[in-house]
């Protein structure tokens, strides 16, 4: 068999099985065994698989795949704002959508020097490597999972980054961080309704449920994060969230009772309002 057949044969499979992107799946699983990216498959697709370890491996990564495990988990790695990081059982894949309050966190810092900023829920430290990357700050990032750490001390190391990574439960560790020492608090935290779990896709299954329920009305991370640390930030520092649909408004309320104004919110590519920044107002 050659490498471009069993290209074919895998774009095949995930066809059949009703998978969205085929293609790229297939392309991204060649990459992974064979070493092979596209122009490599088209240049030297013909050649014949020599080594049957690595047919085998393909064919069990495609089995995998089929029974809905993340491609992202297969492959070890998924990159985010152009930063590659290494995923797995026990953290949460990074998305898209995570760009949105990432970006509306750059501008917030845009033109500031020496500033600070913690990462709450940190997870594979996507958001910190990125603002540490794109705004220059200085970043602290809280995860309590040990998995999930992990993969956050990993992608550190990956990155030759400077990031800060602290392993403590993100409504305890509070008390060890200065008030009037942060000029940004940043979060993705879980935000799915807990009700709404069972229903998500097989793939976000095998995500950590702990990294997604954010209880019976998917605010409660929303509401015990920002009157335990709005203290810790300095005079105009702000916290910026990411937001599950249709939950703007009641977060923006939260914010405004804390004494949180300029309250912006960001849209995704569907119209979702998916973040949201407000300033602590000095008194």
């Given at each position: 068999?050659?490498?471009?057949?069993?290209?074919?044969?895998?774009?095949?499979?995930?066809?059949?099985?009703?998978?969205?992107?085929?293609?790229?799946?297939?392309?991204?699983?060649?990459?992974?065994?064979?070493?092979?990216?596209?122009?490599?498959?088209?240049?030297?697709?013909?050649?014949?698989?020599?080594s049957e370890k690595k047919l085998?491996?393909?064919?069990?990564?495609?089995?995998?795949?089929?029974?809905?495990?993340?491609?992202?988990?297969?492959?070890?790695?998924?990159?985010?704002?152009?930063?590659?990081?290494?995923?797995?059982?026990?953290v949460l894949i990074p998305r898209?959508?995570?760009?949105?309050?990432?970006?509306?966190?750059?501008?917030?810092?845009?033109?500031?020097?020496?500033?600070?900023?913690?990462?709450?829920?940190?997870?594979?430290?996507?958001?910190?490597?990125?603002?540490?990357?794109?705004?220059?700050?200085?970043?602290?990032?809280?995860?309590?999972?040990?998995?999930?750490?992990?993969?956050?001390?990993?992608?550190?190391?990956?990155?030759?980054?400077?990031?800060?990574?602290?392993?403590?439960?993100?409504?305890?560790?509070?008390?060890?961080?200065?008030?009037?020492?942060?000029?940004?608090?940043?979060?993705?935290?879980?935000?799915?309704?807990?009700?709404?779990?069972?229903?998500?896709?097989?793939?976000?299954?095998?995500?950590?449920?702990?990294?997604?329920?954010?209880?019976?009305?998917?605010?409660?991370?929303?509401?015990?994060?920002?009157?335990?640390?709005?203290?810790?930030?300095?005079?105009?520092?702000?916290?910026?969230?990411?937001?599950?649909?249709?939950?703007?408004?009641?977060?923006?309320?939260?914010?405004?009772?804390?004494?949180?104004?300029?309250?912006?919110?960001?849209?995704?590519?569907?119209?979702?309002?998916?973040?949201?920044?407000?300033?602590?107002?000095?008194?």
């Open positions: 068999m050659t490498v471009s057949e069993a290209y074919r044969k895998t774009k095949d499979n995930l066809t059949k099985a009703g998978f969205e992107a085929p293609a790229f799946e297939a392309l991204c699983l060649i990459e992974k065994v064979f070493g092979f990216n596209r122009l490599l498959l088209i240049t030297k697709g013909e050649e014949t698989i020599a085998t491996a393909l064919t069990e990564l495609t089995e995998k795949r089929l029974k809905h495990e993340p491609l992202q988990y297969l492959l070890g790695k998924w990159s985010f704002m152009g930063i590659d990081l290494l995923v797995g059982e026990g898209d959508d995570t760009e949105v309050v990432t970006s509306l966190c750059i501008d917030f810092l845009s033109g500031k020097e020496n500033t600070a900023v913690a990462d709450l829920c940190a997870g594979s430290g996507a958001i910190s490597l990125a603002l540490e990357k794109y705004a220059g700050c200085k970043v602290t990032a809280v995860e309590l999972s040990e998995k999930a750490f992990s993969y956050l001390t990993q992608n550190i190391e990956l990155n030759n980054s400077a990031v800060n990574a602290l392993n403590g439960d993100i409504f305890e560790c509070h008390t060890s961080v200065a008030d009037n020492s942060l000029d940004l608090i940043v979060s993705n935290p879980p935000y799915i309704k807990s009700g709404d779990l069972a229903g998500l896709q097989e793939e976000v299954h095998h995500e950590p449920q702990m990294a997604l329920d954010g209880g019976e009305s998917g605010l409660d991370f929303y509401r015990r994060i920002v009157p335990l640390w709005k203290t810790k930030l300095k005079p105009g520092g702000a916290i910026a969230f990411e937001l599950g649909e249709g939950q703007y408004d009641e977060v923006s309320r939260i914010l405004a009772d804390n004494g949180f104004g300029g309250i912006t919110e960001s849209i995704d590519f569907g119209g979702v309002q998916r973040a949201i920044i407000g300033t602590l107002l000095q008194k």
